[in-house]
């Protein structure tokens, strides 16, 4: 079964090699899609999509959520949110989507022969939880590949944009904590960590302590942000996600909050639809122009 998830998975690599080039919209910026095995300390595979030619470009980082379940896990897509990296694409960025150490066919999770893959996003038990570590292990991830594409001379090392959804957005919080000076702003969409817990809906883990880390990562935090949620979001509602949000400005950090009116059945999955585009597009490109 193993074997037969990897071939799907190289299926799927070639089947995007092969796709042709697509023409920007309403900008003559024509872009490709790929992808890579990254040779970073943790190596791992990531979707790129960037715009045809040699750059350098700058560069946008695409962090997904993640699932405590091996087998979820395994069957992880290989692109989570393509329409959302196409739209960075198509506007002049060199865009990286890893897929996590130990997610799709690097995830190595077989007991019965005591081979388990370095699945490195654990947060603990809820009666007390680690928020803050699986978040900066993440947010090294994003420094690794930074440097590795600045030393192959693809991108513009300081023009740096680093996105994320749910603990994907949780790990730009807690990368925005170091300060890296590359990075220029982020964008989180559903950003957290210990969402429905049980599988039930606003359930969620240890809430408070959740905000209480939120809060130490504002006290260093300085990178501007754009934090964004849905009022139907059943992992980080309304309600916890203004409590983070005031709490980490409050300490010094730099974020300005947008919540979006109710979207389909769950809102936590917003910058996976296609149709969500033309929602989220506007205050993105209203928040990127603000920091040229």
């Given amino acids: 079964m193993r074997f037969a998830l990897v071939l799907r998975w190289v299926a799927a690599f070639l089947l995007l090699a092969a796709m042709p080039v697509h023409a920007e919209d309403k900008a003559d910026i024509r872009i490709q899609e790929e992808v890579w095995a990254l040779p970073l300390p943790l190596p791992m595979f990531a979707y790129v999509v960037r715009p045809v030619g040699d750059g ?53 999770d077989i007991p019965e022969r005591a081979l388990y893959g370095p699945f490195f996003s654990k947060v603990g038990k809820c009666t007390n939880p680690n928020f803050r570590s699986p978040g900066l292990a993440v947010a090294q991830v994003d420094l690794w590949i930074i440097d590795y594409l600045a030393a192959e001379k693809r991108i513009v090392p300081k023009d740096v944009i680093v996105v994320g959804q749910s603990a994907g957005g949780w790990a730009s919080i807690a990368l925005s904590s170091l300060n890296p000076p590359q990075v ?25 302590k959740l905000v209480e880390v939120t809060g130490e990562f504002g006290r260093t935090s ?13 992992f980080f509602g309304p309600a916890l996600s203004k409590r983070m949000h005031e709490v980490f400005t409050a300490a010094g950090g730099k974020a300005a909050y947008h919540l979006v009116p109710p979207f389909g059945n769950e809102g936590h999955f917003f910058i996976g639809s296609p149709e969500a585009v033309p929602i989220w597009s506007p205050m993105v490109t209203k928040f990127l122009d603000e920091q040229k």
């Fill in 56 to 108: 350098p470009f700058p560069l946008v980082i695409m962090n997904h959520g993640v699932s405590l379940k091996a087998t979820d896990r395994s069957f992880f897509p290989l692109v989570e949110f393509r329409d959302a990296a196409k739209w960075f694409a198509k506007r002049g960025y060199f865009v990286v989507a890893p897929a996590g150490t130990g997610y799709g066919a690097a995830a190595i």
């Fill in 184 to 208: 220029k702003a982020m964008i989180v969409f559903a950003g957290g960590r210990g969402g429905r817990v049980g599988g039930l809906p606003n359930h969620n883990c240890a809430p408070d």
């Fill in 222 to 234: 300085r990178i501007p942000m754009l934090w964004i949620y849905i009022e139907n979001d059943t």
